[in-house]
């Protein structure tokens, strides 16, 4: 019998440090094909699936070079290591049977379609992932708030920002044992107890549209299956 889930539709933002497993940076193969089922455990509900991937993982490497370099250069550099991760995801994901599009919000004809808000809709309604590389094609915005651009273009029910944390805590975690994680918290509540969970400008924008998100930990065998089944999971920030 099918599992009914909670959301049709959802925007995955998924950091490019995630790739790197316990590397100093790059993508570490075992790592990337684990995520991969992961997500593979929600297109096997039918969910529909976009993702928006970071490139710390790739520009973390570069980035002593770029010390002192034209902000929206190093920006630049930053978006065409995003565009190098989401065709590694196409990869690994083409391996685990997935059908998978990358878009890009440069123009690299040779290697990614451009980003077409129209034609990204028609591939999640045929149930192929769509992976956004370049994150908003912009310098000075981060693939955070490219997450919460592309969840509302897409008609996302929801943004799950996935992480190394399995939820937003009172305190870090790692720090103090004694941290509580938060089932759910108002997007007032997050700036009242100035709770990290994403960047001002993506929360602003996923606020204003009522866009929820949820902060989950994509390490954690199952998470995102069960969080898109409704159980409680991460941490869900709402209106």
Known sequence: MSQTTKYKRILLKLSGEALMGDDSYGINRATIDRIVQEVKSVVDLGVQVAIVIGGGNIFRGVAPAASGMDRATADYMGMLATVMNALALQDAMKRAGIISRVQSALTIAQVAEPYVRG?????????????????????FFTTDTAAALRGMEMG??????????????????????DAVRYQTVTFDEVIGRNL????????????????NICVLSIFKAGALKRMVLGEDEGTLVHC
């Open 156 to 177: 996302a029910d929801i943004v799950i920002k996935a992480t190394k944390v399995d939820g937003v805590y009172t305190d870090d975690p790692k720090k103090n044992p």
């Open 119 to 139: 034609k990204a809709i028609q591939y999640l309604e045929e149930n192929k992932v769509v992976v956004f590389g370049a994150g908003t094609g912009n310098p």
């Open 196 to 211: 990290k969970v994403m960047d001002a400008t993506a929360f602003a924008l996923c606020r204003d549209q009522k866009m």
